[in-house]
Nanobody, 115 residues
């Protein structure tokens, strides 16, 4: 069973930064893509950022220019660097790994942006 464990969430002031980490129990190159979804209060879970096996990245329009996604192949880890955070970035962030039609999920980590 694939396991994903997130860390790095917390409370941050507007304009601040956070770095989320996701440890994957398998070689991340086994997956078509890995990345992060966010579920804001009262909303559906939405893709925030992803990186595929070829290194191509995708971002939600709302985070372009502020968030970056990276991976450490040796550590089987995926990271989300979140800069210039806004209150509307407040959400539970879930790490995922995808292969074909299967998605594996972490337990989620809360990010709260508030003064």
């Amino acid at each position: 069973q694939v396991q994903l464990v997130e860390s790095g969430g917390g409370l941050v002031q507007p304009g601040g930064s956070l770095r989320l980490s996701c440890a994957v129990s398998e070689n991340i190159f086994n997956f078509n893509s890995v990345g992060w979804y966010g579920r804001a209060p009262g909303k559906e879970r939405e893709l925030v950022a992803s990186i595929n096996v070829g290194g191509k990245t995708r971002f939600a329009d709302s985070v372009k220019g502020r968030f970056t996604i990276s991976r450490d192949n040796a550590k089987n880890a995926v990271y989300l660097q979140m800069n210039s955070l806004k209150p509307e970035d407040t959400a539970v962030y879930y790490c995922y790994a995808n292969i074909l039609s299967r998605y594996y999920w972490g337990q989620g980590t809360q990010v709260t942006v508030s003064s």
